[in-house]
């Protein structure tokens, strides 16, 4: 059974900072793209970082120079450093794990329950 876990979500000022982790189980974690994304109230779910199993980060222009996306492969988890936070940043931020899948298999896309991120003062 495929399972990720976020943490590390909560309230802080604006300017602060917040590091999340997504702990992934029952997939070979290695291979998979692995991704942060983010909901606000009344808004559609938004990329903010992908990190694939092999290459570079890539981020949303709005986080661009502030959040970071970093993977420990022995420890089956995905992190995102948030930083400069801005109440902008308000929202349930969920992990995602992807594997492409040669057609006409589906790929595989995983998701965690989320946690929740309020940049408040």
């Known amino acids: 059974q495929v399972q990720l876990v976020e943490s590390g979500g909560g309230l802080v000022q604006p300017g602060g900072s917040l590091r999340l982790s997504c702990a992934a189980s029952?997939?070979?974690?290695?291979?998979?793209?692995m991704g942060w994304y983010r909901q606000a109230p009344g808004k559609q779910r938004e990329l903010v970082a992908t990190?694939?199993?092999?290459?570079?980060?890539n981020y949303a222009d709005s986080v661009k120079g502030r959040f970071t996306i970093s993977r420990d492969n022995a420890k089956n988890t995905v992190y995102l450093q948030t930083n400069s936070l801005k109440p902008e940043d308000t929202a349930v931020y969920y992990c995602?794990?992807?594997?492409?899948?040669?057609?006409?298999?589906?790929?595989?896309?995983?998701w965690g329950q989320g946690t929740q991120v309020t940049v408040s003062s």
């Open positions: 990190i694939p199993s092999g290459g570079s980060a």
């Open positions: 029952g997939i070979i974690f290695s291979i998979y793209d």
């Open positions: 995602n794990a992807h594997r492409r899948r040669p057609y006409p298999v589906r790929d595989s896309d995983y």
